[in-house]
């Protein structure tokens, strides 16, 4: 069922697509630049989405972005249009999306040990990433309440699997920051026995969310982690935190930063993940992050 349900939430028309893709594709900025430039709000977007509009003349812009979208469950390559794309992202909004609004969280409990989470059968989403990425910034941004994620941070549940029920109806998991740069070899979690079993074995798992800092260039770390769990086919979403971070700043863009990782990566995934550019600062991404997270859950519900 795990493996089903996991090359479910990829859609296999996509694969097509992305292998159709040129190998060094560089007008990957006009994708940032495309998606950024829709205005539309993430709820006329979804209407739209959800309206089945008939399919429209695409942009040169629009028909090169198509092959490099993630499409969700339920929707056709050639029935996309531009407003159904969600802006700072390759996520395509389809028929699933809803019920985004986070009306309430609840903490349950911090397990120390995949076998000890919840067994009540609830999707789940895992944010995971590097000691601070932004998860905990972007746990309380998504929930809007202060000090949600916090239990985390506490000395000594560092590494435990903390989950947040959302909605009485689905769970947010808080997993373990990797790759704490200043501790000594010692006391870096041990990501490989720790973490692992609970992607292999959570079949609960809706999606891993992998955080990725947007303003940094891609880092060793990250990039394993996200190696990894493309070959284990763990259906995932890149999360980049700190795109506010934009201008003025050492180094990079985050679209080219993005860009970056995004190409160095891709030979361990079969389609194109989705990704979505965030900011727990400026707000962006929020509610196109929530609606995607809608579409995966409803669709996981559905089947
Ligand atoms: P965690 O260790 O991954 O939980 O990271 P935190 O949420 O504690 O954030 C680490 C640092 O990054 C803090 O100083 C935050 O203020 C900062 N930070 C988090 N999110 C953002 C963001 O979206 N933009 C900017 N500019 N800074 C951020």
């Given at each position: 069922m795990l493996l089903t349900m996991r090359s479910r939430l990829f859609n296999p028309q996509l694969s097509s697509l992305c292998h159709s893709l040129p190998h060094s594709h560089k007008s990957h900025p006009s994708l940032l630049a495309f998606s950024a430039s829709i205005s539309q709000g993430p709820n006329s977007l979804h209407a739209s989405a959800a309206k089945a509009q008939r399919p429209v003349a695409l942009s040169e812009a629009a028909r090169f972005v198509r092959t490099v979208l993630f499409l969700p469950p339920g929707v056709n390559p050639d029935d996309v249009t531009d407003d159904m794309i969600l802006p700072g992202s390759n996520i395509v909004l389809g028929p699933y999306a809803g019920d985004a609004k986070i009306k309430d969280v609840d903490f349950v409990k911090s397990s120390n040990r995949p076998k000890d989470c919840p067994k009540d059968d609830r999707p789940e989403f895992a944010m995971l990433g590097r000691s601070n990425v932004g998860k905990s910034s972007l746990i309380n941004f998504l929930v809007r309440k202060k000090e949600v994620a916090l239990t985390s941070k506490k000395p000594g549940k560092t590494q435990l699997i903390n989950h947040f029920l959302v909605n009485k109806s689905w769970y947010i998991v808080d997993l373990p920051g990797y790759g704490f740069a200043n501790a000594p070899e010692s006391a870096r979690m041990d990501w490989s026995s720790f973490t692992k079993g609970y992607f292999l074995n959570r079949e609960t798992l809706v999606s891993v969310l992998l955080l990725i800092d947007g303003s940094v260039p891609p880092q060793k770390i990250d990039l394993d982690c996200a190696n990894w769990l493309g070959r284990n086919n763990i259906s995932m979403t890149f999360v980049f935190t700190?795109?506010?971070?934009?201008?003025?700043?050492?180094?990079?863009r985050p679209d080219e930063n993005i860009r970056n990782f995004l190409e160095l990566i891709k030979?361990?995934?079969r389609q194109h993940p989705p990704w979505i550019m965030t900011s727990s600062v400026t707000g962006l991404g929020r509610d196109e992050l929530l609606l995607h997270m809608s579409q995966l859950r409803n669709y996981w519900n559905n089947e």
């Amino acid at each position: 069922m795990l493996l089903t349900m996991r090359s479910r939430l990829f859609n296999p028309q996509l694969s097509s697509l992305c292998h159709s893709l040129p190998h060094s594709h560089k007008s990957h900025p006009s994708l940032l630049a495309f998606s950024a430039s829709i205005s539309q709000g993430p709820n006329s977007l979804h209407a739209s989405a959800a309206k089945a509009q008939r399919p429209v003349a695409l942009s040169e812009a629009a028909r090169f972005v198509r092959t490099v979208l993630f499409l969700p469950p339920g929707v056709n390559p050639d029935d996309v249009t531009d407003d159904m794309i969600l802006p700072g992202s390759n996520i395509v909004l389809g028929p699933y999306a809803g019920d985004a609004k986070i009306k309430d969280v609840d903490f349950v409990k911090s397990s120390n040990r995949p076998k000890d989470c919840p067994k009540d059968d609830r999707p789940e989403f895992a944010m995971l990433g590097r000691s601070n990425v932004g998860k905990s910034s972007l746990i309380n941004f998504l929930v809007r309440k202060k000090e949600v994620a916090l239990t985390s941070k506490k000395p000594g549940k560092t590494q435990l699997i903390n989950h947040f029920l959302v909605n009485k109806s689905w769970y947010i998991v808080d997993l373990p920051g990797y790759g704490f740069a200043n501790a000594p070899e010692s006391a870096r979690m041990d990501w490989s026995s720790f973490t692992k079993g609970y992607f292999l074995n959570r079949e609960t798992l809706v999606s891993v969310l992998l955080l990725i800092d947007g303003s940094v260039p891609p880092q060793k770390i990250d990039l394993d982690c996200a190696n990894w769990l493309g070959r284990n086919n763990i259906s995932m979403t890149f999360v980049f935190t700190k795109c506010d971070k934009m201008k003025g700043g050492k180094g990079r863009r985050p679209d080219e930063n993005i860009r970056n990782f995004l190409e160095l990566i891709k030979e361990n995934y079969r389609q194109h993940p989705p990704w979505i550019m965030t900011s727990s600062v400026t707000g962006l991404g929020r509610d196109e992050l929530l609606l995607h997270m809608s579409q995966l859950r409803n669709y996981w519900n559905n089947e």
